[in-house]
């Protein structure tokens, strides 16, 4: 494929428009050397003149003319669509596309999102509801929101929440039954639900923080889900014990549907993270959001 000499056929437009070298150069902030020998250049390639003075001045050759007359209303149409692109990637306005979990959009999102909408009356949310990553680039999506900044290396992470407590939990008729576990090994002896990805046939695993000592439990499940709704719902229906983060079970704690468990023993997990590809960073749009969220987070105690 030949390349187009895009600084040649610029500096001869302008020459060609403007009326003289002097001129052109003044327009492109260039000096009139350079103006000179990039359109010699350009000459030089195409292997013929484009350009010869007069006594009125600057006149197009026949192939000048042919030249001419195609590239300037491309060069308006590429030069409108560059300058379009550039208030896109500046516009306070237009829709944002994300990508997050439930328990990112409880943590991160939703604390935040009445207050950003209203000071941002222009720019709409387009909200991917996935329980892992995709490929954001591939899905044509801005940015997303994850559990901990463990990612490719094209992509950049912001820390946008405190570390997320973590949360063992069973029903009162479940623990009525099979009694309560005191230490996190007697949840060997009790029927377990947990949670999986829905690309992953292992479920996820279980940590405590015991003796000082963050701990991995594998306790055989009853239960598997490919979410944590699942897991909460099962434990409702007094199924089993279930882990989940804090956030997703306070208002089953607070109806007493659920009860928390092991409480000396749970372990904080990693804070979540807004992440986005290198190349938009400098979308306005997403620029908002993440300053939006760092400064939520920096206002909360202890960040």
């Not at 013929?48 to 060069?75: K, N």
């Not at 999506?141 to 901990?148: A, L, T």
């Not at 690309?199 to 000592?213: A, F, K």
């Amino acid at each position: 494929m030949e390349r187009v000499p895009a600084h040649g056929i610029e500096v001869f437009l302008a020459i060609v428009r403007e009326g003289s070298m002097r001129a052109a150069a003044d327009v492109l902030g260039v000096g009139a050397p350079t103006v000179t020998l990039q359109l010699k250049a350009l000459e030089e390639l195409l292997g013929i003149g484009l350009l010869f003075r007069t006594t009125r001045g600057i006149q197009l050759t026949d192939a000048g003319r042919v030249l001419f007359d195609a590239a300037a209303p491309a060069h308006r149409d590429l030069t409108y669509a560059i300058k379009k692109t550039r208030e896109m990637a500046k516009s306070t306005t237009g829709t944002l596309r994300l990508s997050l979990s439930r328990e990112a959009y409880i943590a991160a999102l939703a604390p935040a999102l009445g207050e950003y909408l209203a000071k941002n009356p222009g720019i709409k949310l387009n909200i991917s509801w996935d329980e892992e990553p995709v490929d954001l680039v591939r899905h044509g999506i801005h940015g997303g929101i994850r559990m901990g900044d463990v990612l490719t290396p094209d992509m950049i992470a912001v820390r946008v929440t405190p570390p997320i407590k973590s949360a063992f939990f069973a029903s009162p008729s479940y623990l009525q039954t099979h009694g309560i576990p005191k230490r996190p090994r007697d949840l060997l002896n009790h029927q377990c639900i947990r949670q999986r990805l829905p690309t992953s046939v292992t479920p996820r695993e279980w940590w405590v923080l015991e003796d000082g000592q963050d701990k991995r439990l594998d306790p055989p499940a009853r239960l598997i889900f490919d979410s944590a709704e699942g897991v909460i719902q099962a434990a409702r229906d007094g199924h089993g014990v279930g882990w989940s983060t804090r956030l997703t079970l306070e208002e089953h704690f607070s109806r007493g549907d659920l009860e928390p468990l092991l409480e000396p023993y749970v372990k904080d997990l990693p804070p979540f993270y807004i992440y986005y590809p290198e190349q938009n960073k400098r979308v306005e749009c997403l620029k908002l959001l993440v300053e939006f969220l760092r400064s939520k987070l920096r206002k909360t105690p202890g960040n």
